[in-house]
């Protein structure tokens, strides 16, 4: 009689951890800032009307909002603008950050990382960097995860437990060799 074979997850037994990055992604609205709205022909910020639109606004429509705050054209912006608009903003938005929309999301995405994961939880843990997904994950978001469990990990590896690429492995302490001179 045929011994009946056991099916082992191998997966299942090797202790992986798998660290899904698409849970820090940032789901709050970002809204685009673009002080090229305010410029004179499109070239120039000039002082008096760019003031009184930035009185005229409505400043409540940004409430709860993380502002990306930038120019998109190739004009000479004065910092005082920008210092401007953050002090009218202020009151109203969750957070306001220099750069394009794509930009912003991606400081939203490292640093809701920085918050959210404990590299002490990971101490000697095999990670593996969940790879495949259907949200795109920024590059930053790899690189700040690497940063922050590399000193703690036994191993960081990236892709899917059923196929890893290995990233990282920590090596055993060595004994220092000494010699006689």
Same mark, same amino acid.
């Given at each position: 009689m045929a011994e009946?074979?056991?099916?082992?997850?191998?997966?299942?037994?090797?202790?992986?951890?798998?660290?899904?990055?698409?849970?820090?992604?940032? !789901? &709050? =609205?970002?809204?685009?800032?673009?002080?090229?709205?305010? %410029? +004179?022909?499109?070239?120039?910020?000039?002082?008096?009307?760019?003031?009184?639109?930035?009185?005229?606004?409505?400043?409540?429509?940004?409430?709860?909002?993380?502002?990306?705050?930038?120019? !998109? &054209? =190739?004009?000479?912006?004065?910092?005082?603008?920008?210092? %401007? +608009?953050?002090?009218?903003?202020?009151?109203?938005?969750?957070?306001?950050?220099?750069?394009?929309?794509?930009?912003t999301r991606e400081k939203l995405f490292t640093d809701t990382i920085r918050q959210q994961i404990d590299p002490s939880?990971?101490?000697?843990?095999?990670?593996v960097v969940k790879g495949c997904g259907d949200k795109t994950i920024p590059p930053t978001a790899y690189i700040e995860v690497t940063k922050l469990l590399q000193p703690v990990v036994k191993v960081l590896m990236y892709g899917e437990p059923c196929s890893t690429v290995p990233v990282y492995k920590k090596s055993s302490p060595t004994r220092k060799r000494t010699t006689n001179a």
């Open positions: 009946e074979q056991q099916l082992v997850n191998k997966v299942a037994k090797s202790g992986l951890i798998t660290l899904d990055l698409v849970n820090y992604s940032p !789901s &709050a =609205d970002i809204v685009d800032f673009d002080l090229k709205d305010y %410029l +004179v022909q499109g070239v120039a910020l000039m002082e008096k009307p760019f003031r009184e639109s930035m009185k005229e606004l409505d400043w409540s429509q940004f409430e709860g909002k993380h502002i990306a705050l930038h120019c !998109s &054209a =190739d004009a000479i912006i004065p910092m005082w603008a920008f210092m %401007l +608009v953050t002090s009218y903003l202020q009151p109203y938005t969750d957070s306001i950050h220099y750069g394009d929309v794509d930009s939880e990971y101490e000697g843990s095999k990670i």
